[in-house]
């Protein structure tokens, strides 16, 4: 029998304590762990995130594990957006193992269940498991945050016509693609004119032209300028961790598991219409981990104050209308808080920095130069050694 949601004058609202966390923590575990136990990735993963998300360390190292019955006692007076988060962690720790073990996916199901939680992703994992990985990727969009898309509901990405589906290049839009460039006219202290540099520096078609990002993905190129993340794929990780973290529609978890799927296992060949698979770059290096735990911290922490609301979609707000104000009143407004300091000595750049950018949209960003006939600018940023 499920742990029955509380009613409203039980429902525990407060931040989980640290009592709460480590008996939580202690669950997601349990429900994730492979036959041999918690990968190294996992444990690195798991204890970054609790302790960014509730200010309370965790040690999974030799934990005990629980049942799916316990957890529900233990989360018996939490509501359905708790238990539902929960289930999300869950789901990121199986998606970073290749294989995911069916019995894992099997025992996240048996948690789901238990905490009233229904969330479609887990079929995407039992498919992945499985080996669908084409009927995987189908259901992404069938069940993830562009579910609902209806193709009269973008104005806000400001395209000539109506995109048929989500992610819809559009690559012949002149009066877009001159809205893009004349960011380039705004002062050096704007949002709209830092992403134009964005875009200059890394030889980026603007949205309208050939060569372009769909619409809907450059929404999150805002995100870049706007929570000073790079354009490395580590940071492509971290901008749709921040992403989907402000956004209280659970289907915006999806967007995570995507990028995930993409950068790290391969489960995904292609997402967004533009992104293409590139595996490793959690499990290659452990500051990852550390830095996607902490774009969710800052997602988590943000708010509109304007419209005093907590749930964010950044990938659906009109970004125009933002672009002539200072990023410094943005932040403010949405309240961005700093990056955490073990996030920035984990490998967390900006735009600006050596590492914000990588050798390939460094040579993309020269090459634009010279066939526009400008003088080449990366605006600080640079590629790191490694790259």
Partial sequence: MPTPLPIPSETLLAPPDAAETAETARGVASAVAPPGGLTHLQRILLEALFDAMTGHPVDLADFTPMT??????????????FRTRGVQIMLLAALILRPIPAEVVGRIGEFAHELCVDDALIDVAREFAAGSLGLAAFDFERNGYTADWQSGAA?????????????????????????????????????GRGVFNLYQARGFSFPGLPGSAPPLLAQHDWVHVLADY??????????????????DNMR???????????????????????????????????GVALRIADAMRRGALCRDSERGVDSIDFLRLDWFSLAELPIAEIRLRFGVRDKSPGAIAAGSTTPWESGGISAFQLAAGRASAVKDGRPYQSYGAGSAPTD
């Fill in 230 to 247: 790079g354009t490395t794929v580590e940071s492509e990780l971290e901008v749709f961790a921040f992403i989907a973290r402000a956004n």
């Fill in 155 to 191: 104005a806000e990405l400001h395209t000539s016509r109506e995109l048929a589906s989500a992610w819809d290049s559009v690559v012949d839009d002149p009066m877009l693609a001159r809205r893009w460039e004349a960011l380039g006219e705004l002062p050096v202290d704007t949002l």
């Fill in 68 to 81: 799916a019955e316990e957890m529900g006692r233990a989360l018996r007076r939490r509501d359905l957006q």
């Fill in 252 to 286: 915006a978890f999806s967007l995570l598991a995507m990028v995930v799927s993409l950068f790290e296992t391969g489960y995904l060949r292609s997402g967004a219409g533009l992104f293409e698979s590139s595996t490793g770059h959690i499990s290659s290096q452990s």
